[in-house]
């Protein structure tokens, strides 16, 4: 079973729609969530970071984490073409001082005007 | 320059070559990472440094060998690769402490024909 999953996608919504990209996990270790965005020929930038459950906003963007479910999800409000990327979940452990991540696959997201 | 640079940023190799990528970080940090990442599959984990002295090698082939002469250079060594080592290789850096954001450079696109 893989440590991480998340469905690839892709997915195509229209510019304004409300996006939601989700993962789920298997080690209930796991303290540490993150959102990384990537966009073409470039590398994964941070965008959103969680410690344990909760809900966190940062303008458009709302990351929730469910640990008794083991499912985190990220929520785009207002979708721009400028969010068309590829959006990349993370987590780590609370043991590992060298903040080891374990991805998902990551989920092509194309918003369309 | 600023935040992680990686040089080349393509390369084009055939199975017999020997090549290195290089990586250079320009934030104080003293973690580096090297990743692989493929299309649709996550990024794997292939070697961790902290302060110069490697502290993961994720069961990586011998063809790739690692070198990090201060904290902040990393290089990866290339040597009879093979066709399915084709992917973007990624570097990456963070402060030592349990959770910090990991800065991602742009990544190699390598092509082994």
């Known amino acids: 079973q893989k440590e991480v999953e998340q469905d690839p996608g892709p997915l195509s919504v229209p510019e304004g729609a409300i996006v939601s990209l989700n993962c789920t996990y298997s080690?209930?270790?796991?303290?540490?969530f993150m959102w990384y965005r990537q966009y073409s020929r470039k590398g994964p930038e941070l965008l959103m970071y969680t410690y344990s459950s909760g809900n966190k906003e940062d303008g458009r963007f709302t990351a929730q984490v469910d640990k008794s479910s083991k499912y985190i999800s990220l929520f785009i409000r207002d979708s721009q073409p400028s969010d068309s990327a590829t959006y990349l979940c993370a987590m780590s452990d609370r043991g590992s001082t060298l903040g080891r991540l374990y991805f998902g696959r990551g989920t092509q997201l194309t918003v369309w005007p | 320059e600023t935040g992680v640079t990686q040089t080349p940023r393509h390369l084009v190799m055939g199975m017999t070559n020997k090549k290195s990528l290089k990586c250079e970080q320009h934030l104080g940090h003293n973690a580096m990472y090297w990743y692989k990442q493929s299309a649709k599959k996550p990024l794997e984990l292939m070697f961790v440094y902290n302060f110069k002295e490697q502290t993961e090698n994720n069961s990586v082939p011998s063809r790739f060998s690692p070198e990090c002469p201060n904290s902040s250079h990393l290089f990866l060594h290339l040597h009879t690769l093979q066709p399915e080592d084709s992917a973007l290789y990624l570097c990456a850096s963070k402060t030592g402490s349990s959770y910090n954001e990991q800065f991602f450079g742009p990544g190699t696109r390598l092509t082994v024909l």
């Open positions: 080690n209930s270790a796991f303290q540490y």
